[in-house]
């Protein structure tokens, strides 16, 4: 970065997650703000700014919450039908196919009589995610509480989500990936909160491996659990920032994204 415009950006780090703003200040070559955040007696936050901001360009980085291969035979895996459309971005952009889990309907017998339930989805839209389909037919009372729309028989199942926090769902949806064959199955999300019992759930379950950002600290939990991997978001981070201060395109960014990053 152009060292004499980085003077011109300054970094404030909240509580939540120091070190996260200290690698991004460190790959913009600044030095991050002097701002010494206390509490008052009825736990107010008190924050000092010991800098001049003054014509300054100031990005606050804080986490939400410090407290909250082989590659050609993959499928990505949408937890439920709710992240379909996540889902469906990441396949693309890896250009593989999808699966969908799907959870039991919550119906009573009058809105299956009557048709009130939401129709499936039709054909045509499932040939637009590159789904094999196959829908089972059980009466109402015998429906399974998990099932599986897609092949996922001898694939690299891959689960993908915003955030990984209490971990059950995702655990029983490797179990039911498992049963159809799935060989491998990854969890991929942007933030690990991973409380509680979450690290030893995920050790000694049939997920292989759980991919995750540093945006939430949980350095603890990578010490429970040998699966817990951690990807850097600082590089990105750092030069979203670059390129908001320089006036570049910010959509260059993530549309000139090769597999090998």
Same mark, same amino acid.
């Given at each position: ?170 655990? =029983? ?5 498992? @049963?159809?064959?799935? /060989? $491998? %199955?990854?969890?991929?999300? #942007?933030?690990? !909160? &991973? *409380? ?18 540093? =945006? ?5 939990? @990578?010490?429970?659990? /040998? $699966? %817990?991997?951690?990807?850097? #978001?600082?590089? !990105? &981070? *750092? ?18 994204? =090769?597999?090998?990053?």
């Amino acid at each position: 970065m152009d060292i004499a415009k980085s003077k011109d950006i300054m970094i404030i780090s909240g509580n939540s997650h120091v070190e996260l703003a200290n690698l991004v200040a460190c790959r913009l070559g600044v030095k991050p703000a002097q701002l010494p955040v206390s509490y008052t007696t009825n736990r107010e936050t008190l924050v000092q700014i010991r800098e001049s901001v003054r014509g300054k360009d100031i990005y606050i980085i804080q986490t939400g919450s410090k407290y909250i291969l082989d590659y050609c035979n993959a499928v990505i895996v949408a937890r439920n039908p709710g992240i379909v459309k996540q889902a469906t971005l990441y396949a693309e952009r890896l250009s593989l196919r999808i699966a969908v889990i799907h959870g039991e309907q919550k119906e009573s017998n009058s809105d299956v009589i009557d048709g009130r339930n939401s129709p499936p989805l039709t054909t045509t839209h499932l040939r637009t995610m590159d789904v094999e389909v196959g829908i089972p037919q059980h009466p109402v009372k015998e429906k399974p509480s998990i099932y599986v729309v897609g092949d996922v028989g001898n694939r690299i199942a891959i689960i993908v989500d915003n955030m990984i926090d209490d971990v059950t769902s995702f655990i =029983t949806a490797a179990e039911v990936l498992k @049963k159809h064959g799935a /060989y $491998k %199955i990854y969890v991929l999300a #942007i933030h690990g !909160l &991973l *409380s509680s019992e979450a690290p030893k759930l995920i050790e000694s379950s049939l997920i292989d491996e759980v991919i995750v950002t540093n =945006t939430v600290p949980h350095e603890m939990q @990578k010490m429970q659990c /040998y $699966k %817990i991997k951690t990807v850097d #978001i600082s590089i !990105l &981070l *750092s030069e979203a920032i670059r390129r908001i201060h320089n006036k570049e395109s910010m959509s260059y960014l993530f549309k000139n994204v =090769t597999l090998e990053d």
